[in-house]
């Protein structure tokens, strides 16, 4: 059974930072790209990054570039995002989640199995 669980959110001021962590199993993780969504509340979701380890590839939102990165343990089993410079527009639930493929995308349709949220709440 495919699983991915986020975690890791939280209440932080502007400016700083947080980690979050997305455990997965039930899947050979170097055959899918793995991403992180958010969503704020009346807002669609939105593709924040993710990561293609077979293909060495990451993509970033601009919203995100520069600020955020994402990673992988070396036993691959769990996906990270580090945030830094936080901002209050970063306040949002964030979610991990397996694309259909190895192909790197931030469009939710490409991906097929979903973690449940972590809030992240930014404060000014």
């Known amino acids: 059974e495919v699983q991915l669980q986020a975690f890791g959110g939280g209440l932080v001021q502007a400016g700083g930072f947080l980690r979050l962590s997305c455990a997965t199993s039930?899947?050979?993780?170097?055959?899918?790209?793995i991403g992180w969504f958010r969503q704020a509340p009346g807002k669609e979701r939105e593709g924040v990054a993710c990561i293609s380890s077979t293909e060495h590839r990451r993509y970033y939102a601009d919203s995100v570039q520069d600020r955020f990165i994402i990673f992988s343990n070396s036993d691959k089993n769990t996906v990270y995002l580090q945030m830094y410079g936080l901002k209050p527009e970063d306040t949002a639930v964030y979610y991990c989640?397996?694309?259909?493929?190895?192909?790197?995308?931030?469009?939710?349709?490409?991906?097929?199995?979903w973690g449940q949220g972590t809030q992240v709440t930014v404060s000014s």
């Open positions: 989640a397996k694309a259909r493929t190895v192909v790197v995308s931030t469009s939710s349709y490409m991906y097929d199995a």
């Open positions: 039930g899947f050979t993780y170097d055959d899918y790209a």
